[in-house]
């Protein structure tokens, strides 16, 4: 059976260590753009942060479980409050990770949240959210 776990991938004119640095800075790129917010640590394996948006519709706790220097970064989500939702906690136990891949000067970025898959009720609006977040936002890479 196809995985059907979210995924998305981006080429940036950035090396691989420049790109996994600025995974790690979640305040510099998932939040502020809808008027996101952003607390805790991010740079370590145990490091928690929350991430809450939407006036409250969205709060999501994350805990840094997996770090590959320059080449992987995992989240797994702990605590989850999806209010437009019916099951608001949908995300919690999922993992979100990134995957970097050294392509000549430049780096290609796999996003895959593990457990996003289409039969969540969040699939439809949450997937197209990370895509402008990875894609459209690039990461706020350039």
């Known amino acids: 059976m196809k995985n059907q776990d979210f995924t998305t991938s981006i080429i940036v004119d950035q090396k691989p260590s420049d790109v996994y640095n600025a995974i790690l800075n979640v305040r ?5 753009l809808y008027g996101e917010s952003f ?15 939407g006036g409250g519709l969205h709060y999501s706790k994350q805990k840094l479980v997996e770090l590959e220097q320059d080449k992987k970064v995992v989240w797994l989500v702990i605590e989850s409050n999806l209010t437009f939702l019916e099951n608001a906690n949908e995300w ?51």
């Open 28 to 32: 510099g790129w998932w939040s502020g």
């Open 92 to 142: 919690q136990g999922t993992r979100i990770s990134f995957e970097l891949y050294p392509e000549g000067e430049k780096t290609k970025v796999v996003f895959t949240h593990i457990g996003l898959v289409p039969e969540f009720e969040c699939y439809d609006s949450c997937a197209p959210a990370w895509k402008g977040y990875v894609e459209d936002q690039r990461l706020n890479l350039g």
């Open 39 to 53: 607390e805790g640590s991010s740079e370590k394996i145990s490091d928690e942060f929350s991430f809450l948006a």
